[in-house]
């Protein structure tokens, strides 16, 4: 049996340094199989999950000798963290490895929308000619809202300023004089609703942020601006956002997270045929790039722990 369980997808080659020192099992399809999972945690000492597995329940009931949790990234609500705690279980994310994909995301996302002329290739093939109507509009000059001003809303902030941006920030956490700040101007979150031309959400799931953006939020937000959320889903109120959308009231919307992962088909139909929205598979962290990243990290977190 292994002694390390990897049960979703990572840069296997990553693995080759555990793989001196213990019996590794890479199975990235046990996220789907958790009657499987169940059977081969009861001898793993470490487990190395991205945010599906959840490490929770029987899961970690069977997990009688796990020591480590490497997550691969750094959300942390698939995880019972007090439950690990009280266990004696270390979770370790991969603090900082994907904060440049996240932000590159949400910068692509951010263009795309406002300029909105990218969706145009079956019209013209067909002969048409639709300038007037795909006249969009510049990201220098716009001021960009970020909720929660970490690692990576710093990230963006940093990209989104060398393209003309106003930034501006909300974050409870942070203090006014905080030097992280920089040049982003502290506010409130109502007058960053009111004020931004696009919305970027940067904060973690908890009972305090679960459904921050609500439908009284969203209503406060100019009838032209843009959503991106490539945080957490549950943070956006997701049945208010597409009424909304269909009723015209804001410019557009890109999401990568959402209140239910993977999305059924069932779930998905509010969001069906509404022009102006984005939806992207969680993916927003993941190139090629910050994949080798977060996998080097995350394992060499788990060994830290298991080699000391």
């Given at each position: 049996?292994?002694?390390?369980?990897?049960?979703?997808?990572?840069?296997?080659?990553?693995?080759?340094?555990?793989?001196?020192?213990?019996?590794?099992?890479?199975?990235?399809?046990?996220?789907?199989?958790?009657?499987?999972?169940?059977?081969?945690?009861?001898?793993?000492?470490?487990?190395?999950?991205?945010?599906?597995?959840?490490?929770?329940?029987?899961?970690?009931?069977?997990?009688?000798?796990?020591?480590?949790?490497?997550?691969?990234?750094?959300?942390?609500?698939?995880?019972?963290?007090?439950?690990?705690?009280?266990?004696?279980?270390?979770?370790?994310?991969?603090?900082?490895?994907?904060?440049?994909?996240?932000?590159?995301?949400?910068?692509?996302?951010?263009?795309?929308?406002?300029?909105?002329?990218?969706?145009?290739?079956?019209?013209?093939?067909?002969?048409?000619?639709?300038?007037?109507?795909?006249?969009?509009?510049?990201?220098?000059?716009?001021?960009?809202?970020?909720?929660?001003?970490?690692?990576?809303?710093?990230?963006?902030?940093?990209?989104?300023?060398?393209?003309?941006?106003?930034?501006?920030?909300?974050?409870?956490?942070?203090?006014?004089?905080?030097?992280?700040?920089?040049?982003?101007?502290?506010?409130?979150?109502?007058?960053?609703?009111?004020?931004?031309?696009?919305?970027?959400?940067?904060?973690p799931l908890t009972a305090e942020t679960r459904n921050l953006i609500?439908?009284?939020?969203?209503?406060?937000?100019?009838?032209?601006?843009?959503?991106?959320?490539?945080?957490?889903?549950?943070?956006?109120?997701?049945?208010?956002?597409?009424?909304?959308?269909?009723?015209?009231?804001?410019?557009?919307?890109?999401?990568?997270?959402?209140?239910?992962?993977?999305?059924?088909?069932?779930?998905?139909?509010?969001?069906?045929?509404?022009?102006?929205?984005?939806?992207?598979?969680?993916?927003?962290?993941?190139?090629?790039?910050?994949?080798?990243?977060?996998?080097?990290?995350?394992?060499?977190?788990?060994?830290?722990?298991?080699?000391?």
């Amino acid at each position: 049996m292994a002694d390390i369980i990897v049960s979703e997808f990572m840069d296997e080659a990553a693995l080759e340094a555990a793989r001196l020192d213990f019996d590794v099992l890479y199975a990235p399809d046990l996220v789907d199989r958790p009657e499987a999972l169940l059977a081969e945690i009861a001898t793993a000492k470490g487990l190395i999950v991205r945010n599906r597995t959840q490490v929770r329940g029987v899961l970690l009931e069977a997990a009688t000798r796990l020591k480590v949790v490497g997550r691969l990234g750094v959300g942390l609500d698939n995880i019972d963290m007090a439950a690990c705690d009280a266990m004696g279980i270390a979770v370790r994310p991969a603090t900082g490895a994907n904060d440049l994909s996240v932000a590159e995301y949400v910068i692509t996302s951010a263009l795309l929308m406002l300029r909105g002329a990218y969706h145009s290739a079956d019209a013209v093939a067909a002969g048409q000619w639709p300038r007037g109507r795909l006249m969009g509009r510049e990201i220098s000059g716009k001021i960009l809202g970020l909720v929660g001003y970490g690692a990576i809303a710093r990230e963006t902030a940093m990209r989104a300023e060398a393209l003309g941006m106003r930034i501006i920030g909300f974050d409870p956490f942070l203090d006014e004089g905080a030097p992280q700040w920089g040049r982003t101007a502290k506010v409130t979150l109502e007058t960053l609703l009111q004020s931004a031309d696009v919305v970027s959400l940067h904060v973690p799931l908890t009972a305090e942020t679960r459904n921050l953006i609500d439908d009284k939020a969203l209503k406060s937000m100019k009838p032209d601006a843009i959503l991106i959320n490539a945080a957490r889903g549950g943070v956006v109120d997701e049945a208010a956002l597409a009424a909304l959308l269909r009723e015209g009231h804001l410019g557009g919307a890109a999401l990568d997270v959402f209140e239910t992962e993977p999305v059924s088909a069932q779930d998905g139909a509010k969001f069906a045929d509404i022009p102006n929205l984005i939806l992207t598979p969680h993916i927003a962290g993941v190139t090629s790039e910050s994949n080798i990243r977060v996998s080097s990290v995350t394992v060499a977190n788990v060994l830290s722990v298991l080699q000391s």
